[in-house]
């Protein structure tokens, strides 16, 4: 289910930006959103524990400010230049600190709850531990590795939403097919050698997306990595929650759920601001080197306003697309020297794109590569006390009759 997801996001949200317009990526979720909440009253049985509970209202108001200040801070940081935001007197560096300490009353509070929000025995489990970590660092890699991946497809080859969105279908067909027969074999011999593989294959898978990644790359080039890639993602979902809930009981089950599915979106979250804080610092140096060394071209007039223009460009956000590079080029030029300039800023912009963002990439690829050595934590199932003195049992019959 998960990889059909994967293969209609981005396909059928690629044609609505293409072919209707980009909000309605937007208004497309409300008649899934109705569907999925009437399915829910009609198919869910009404199962109730039968007493009633209480609300940890500070918990959630400590983690949702905590989490809003750490991710804010993170996203927003470049944008400010990592310093003042606008004449409120406070800066970025302090947001992310208010952040942190935040979370840090929130997981004190909960430690004093009857009924807390994050119960913390749950990560007396190991395994249930690891599998968390295990969530929120896949997710980080994942939403790493495809935002820059994406603005590059767009941006640096051309390619429309839709193309786009169908270059890595590929690696959502294979993981189709590789998780119903991940989960199975983890539900025999449990999940931490599949789930070691999953994360090393789709570490693998996008790195080689990193390494063929060029100003000439066809979709038949990503078309391997994202086999693997996929084959990787195939192994690493259904795996991870059954080490996640194998040993929770029943009745913290719900919260148990809660809490993987809540670090999964945090590192997420985590990861896009984190890559595009990074992207943008190295695109403010790999444009100005690459405006630099373009600049010669042009004549002298022109050379110091076409390289401020790309020098900027990384304090602008993200304002890229198909066919743009984010520069406000020099107006007001003849039609001749336009026309190179023209030319000459789309060639900075690809080389500099491509250089910043294979420098970035280099993080979450190795902190896949890290995530994948950190499943050797995970215990592995125990057999039955039943099925061991059985087993046993056998072996005694078997040497008697020997």
Same mark, same amino acid.
């Given at each position: 289910?998960?990889? &059909? ?38 198919? $869910? %049985? ?11 209202? =500070? ?15 993170? $996203? ?21 600190? +208010? ?34 970590? *295990? ?9 790493? &590795? ?7 497809? #767009? ?35 449990? @999940? ?22 060029? %100003? ?6 990503? &078309? ?10 195939? =192994?690493?979902?259904?795996? =991870? ?6 040993? $929770? ?26 890559? +595009? ?18 600049? @010669? ?7 110091? #306003? ?13 304002? *890229? ?42 993080? %979450? ?38």
């Amino acid at each position: 289910m998960a990889g &059909l997801a994967t293969i209609a996001g981005p396909t059928v949200g690629g044609a609505i930006v293409t072919y209707i317009s980009w909000q309605w990526i937007f208004f497309v979720n409300v008649p899934i959103g109705i569907a999925a909440l009437i399915a829910t009253f009609a198919i $869910i %049985p009404d199962i109730r524990p039968g007493r009633r509970h209480g609300w940890d209202i =500070m918990g959630v108001v400590l983690a949702t400010a905590g989490l809003f200040a750490v991710v804010f801070g993170l $996203i927003e940081g470049q944008r400010f230049n990592w310093g003042e935001i606008g004449s409120y007197g406070i800066t970025i560096p302090e947001v992310i600190i +208010g952040g942190v300490l935040l979370l840090a009353v929130f997981i004190v509070w909960e430690r004093f709850q009857a009924e807390p929000l994050m119960p913390l025995s749950l990560f007396r489990n190991r395994n249930f531990a690891v599998a968390n970590w *295990i969530a929120a660092a896949i997710s980080f890699g994942m939403l790493s &590795l495809f935002l820059p991946i994406v603005i590059y497809l #767009q941006s640096v080859r051309g390619f429309s939403a839709l193309t786009a969105g169908l270059t890595f279908a590929p690696m959502s067909l294979m993981s189709m097919v590789v998780a119903p027969f991940a989960g199975r074999f983890a539900d025999k011999v449990g @999940g931490k050698y599949i789930l070691l593989a999953g994360i090393s294959l789709f570490t693998i898978g996008f790195g080689l997306v990193t390494y063929v990644a060029g %100003p000439d790359s066809t979709w038949l080039t990503f &078309l391997a990595p994202a086999i693997i890639a996929g084959a990787g993602m195939g =192994m690493t979902f259904a795996p =991870m929650t059954t080490v996640a809930m194998r040993n $929770i009981s029943p009745q913290m089950s719900g919260a148990a759920s809660g809490i993987l599915n809540t670090t999964r979106q945090l590192g997420a979250a985590v990861g896009s601001a984190v890559v +595009g804080a990074l992207l943008q610092n190295q695109l403010a140096t790999t444009l100005h080197n690459q405006a630099v060394s373009h600049a @010669g071209a042009l004549p002298p007039s022109a050379r110091d #306003q076409f390289i401020a223009a790309f020098s900027s460009v990384a304090s602008n956000g993200f304002q *890229i697309g198909t066919g743009q590079n984010g520069a406000k080029l020099p107006a007001g030029l003849p039609p001749s020297v336009q026309h190179q300039i023209t030319a000459l800023a789309h060639d900075v912009f690809v080389s500099g794109y491509i250089d910043a963002m294979k420098a970035t990439l280099v993080v %979450p690829i190795a902190f896949l590569a890290f995530t994948a050595l950190t499943t050797l934590l995970i215990r592995r199932r125990q057999r039955p006390a039943a099925s061991q003195g059985k087993q046993v049992q056998e072996e005694k019959v078997a040497a008697a009759a020997g």
